[in-house]
């Protein structure tokens, strides 16, 4: 607990419901005047526990649930704001087909973010690693902001942007070989936190990586509130059978045969991005 | 395995990656030109495995996460439409205030789809109960899809449509009092399916019913491959602590007193839609 005593508990958790996606209907929904109180920021009145500023990236070709399973979370924390940034103010389509609108662009960086954090990605993720403007935003907003993460193979994105030099860290499975590339070193944990650095395994990891920061940000007791309103309880159908080291040789071979020739384009894409800086 | 022999289970899989969300680009790297390849139906004709028509519905106020965790996994079925439907065309406004754009509008519900999903929320998930044009298209959606569904308090809705009478179903951990309203048997289970009705507990269990989906709509070799691909081996940072009988009963309690007032007014609401009805 981090909590001094159960009347700041409550009025804490009572903040949390204010703007956490299942229960802020539940304040809400009783003044319908309120409805807008996210936005106005009435709920940070209510009680004040942070404010943190968390830009998302997003680009052509994104895998949403890297990015989505972290907004998840994250926007649970009372006074947060999660934002999504991308490179134009038009709708950002993501790799299985749908769009969502950015909240900012590049050039609408807010100043000090506490949290950057890059989605992975296949092909989009292929282009965007070799797009000068991306990868110059990327370095500009990690290194501006207090802490620079990533889901999935948005790690690779980081890395070309000069941000996980020295640092461990971890990609989707198919991927984490690639990172020596830049100087980082490959972890197999879901979630790896090294300094100013956080990065999370393939894609689902996200929920995790966020729910370890709503941790960070807010203590223990914020974050089992949170788990708790998102039933976080998970029940794969395949218990293992996420994980390539237990998944069975068979999928895991197989998956990795297929990909061979998409991590083979990425790891020239990654030298030739690279090469060009120097 | 439901795959005669290995040289089909490579091609199987090979369908699986032309259209899932990490290894897409495993296979369109290869060839820009055939980057459009999954609108231009292309990939179908790699490996035709399925064409299953899954419509999300999406309304003001919806939880991103109900209805993106399900399209994540299921999108990954080569040759399986998933779209987002909503009563107009304008983008929708998520509970956390981001923008999704549907592909469809109620005007354009497809014949027949093979799964017709609802997400929660909570503000706008009342809203929605009370909203007519809403419940209506539910209802005709649903009777007119093989299978109807829901996350969270999706349920709530199905339920007022009159879809879940006499049905085994759930709901989020707080409103499962309510599913006897419209005459629904509550389950505790994470994922409850009941002949042509499937159910999904609070917010993240929609990733947990759509592997499940998955394994029934491609069987279990598809459905392995797809959970490694989205490398699903969750860990969350609180063991048991996503579960209201485990997570320990001074955050139950807390969230339970918090959320009384929600909960109230819901029940209310679905009693007067339903006596509108009559």
Same mark, same amino acid.
């Given at each position: 607990?981090?909590?001094? !005593?159960?009347?700041?508990?409550?009025?804490? &958790?009572?903040?949390?419901?204010?703007?956490?996606?299942?229960?802020?209907?539940?304040?809400?929904?009783?003044?319908?005047?309120?409805?807008?109180?996210?936005?106005?920021?009435?709920?940070?009145?209510?009680?004040? %526990?942070?404010?943190?500023?968390?830009?998302?990236?997003?680009?052509?070709?994104?895998?949403?649930?890297?990015?989505?399973?972290?907004?998840?979370?994250?926007?649970?924390?009372?006074?947060?704001?999660?934002?999504?940034?991308?490179?134009?103010?038009?709708?950002?389509?993501?790799?299985?087909?749908?769009? @969502?609108? $950015?909240?900012?662009?590049?050039? #609408?960086? $807010?100043?000090?973010?506490?949290?950057?954090?890059?989605?992975?990605?296949?092909?989009?993720?292929?282009?965007? %690693?070799?797009?000068?403007?991306?990868?110059?935003?990327?370095?500009?907003?990690? &290194?501006? =902001?207090?802490?620079?993460?990533?889901?999935?193979?948005?790690?690779? &994105? &980081?890395?070309?942007?000069?941000?996980?030099?020295?640092?461990?860290?971890?990609?989707?499975? #198919?991927?984490?070989?690639?990172?020596?590339?830049?100087?980082? @070193?490959? =972890?197999?944990?879901?979630?790896?936190?090294?300094?100013?650095?956080?990065?999370?395994?393939?894609?689902?990891?996200?929920?995790?990586?966020?729910?370890?920061?709503?941790?960070?940000?807010?203590?223990?007791?914020?974050?089992?509130?949170? #788990?708790?309103?998102?039933?976080?309880?998970?029940?794969?159908?395949? $218990?293992?059978?996420?994980?390539?080291?237990?998944?069975?040789?068979?999928?895991?071979?197989?998956?990795?045969?297929?990909?061979?020739?998409?991590? !083979?384009?990425?790891?020239?894409? @990654?030298?030739? =991005?690279?090469?060009?800086?120097?």
């Amino acid at each position: 607990m981090n909590l001094p !005593d159960s009347v700041t508990r409550r009025r804490f &958790l009572h903040g949390l419901a204010a703007l956490s996606t299942f229960p802020a209907g539940a304040l809400l929904a009783e003044d319908p005047g309120k409805k807008n109180a996210k936005a106005s920021g009435n709920c940070a009145e209510c009680f004040p %526990v942070g404010e943190e500023k968390i830009l998302i990236l997003i680009y052509p070709g994104f895998t949403a649930m890297d990015a989505l399973g972290p907004e998840y979370f994250l926007s649970c924390m009372t006074g947060a704001r999660v934002r999504f940034i991308a490179k134009t103010a038009a709708p950002v389509r993501c790799e299985s087909g749908f769009e @969502i609108t $950015p909240h900012l662009t590049f050039g #609408q960086l $807010p100043e000090k973010p506490d949290l950057f954090l890059v989605p992975g990605g296949a092909g989009g993720t292929l282009e965007a %690693v070799g797009d000068r403007v991306t990868c110059d935003f990327i370095r500009k907003a990690g &290194l501006s =902001s207090t802490m620079a993460g990533s889901v999935c193979t948005g790690s690779l &994105l &980081l890395g070309v942007a000069g941000l996980l030099e020295g640092y461990e860290a971890t990609s989707h499975w #198919q991927t984490l070989e690639l990172l020596p590339l830049f100087g980082a @070193i490959p =972890s197999k944990k879901r979630v790896v936190f090294d300094r100013d650095r956080v990065t999370g395994a393939g894609v689902t990891a996200g929920l995790d990586l966020a729910l370890e920061l709503v941790r960070l940000y807010r203590g223990d007791f914020y974050a089992r509130g949170v #788990q708790l309103l998102g039933e976080y309880d998970p029940r794969p159908v395949f $218990p293992g059978g996420g994980n390539p080291e237990t998944a069975g040789a068979d999928i895991t071979g197989l998956l990795n045969e297929m990909h061979r020739p998409f991590v !083979d384009r990425m790891g020239a894409t @990654i030298r030739e =991005s690279l090469r060009e800086k120097i």
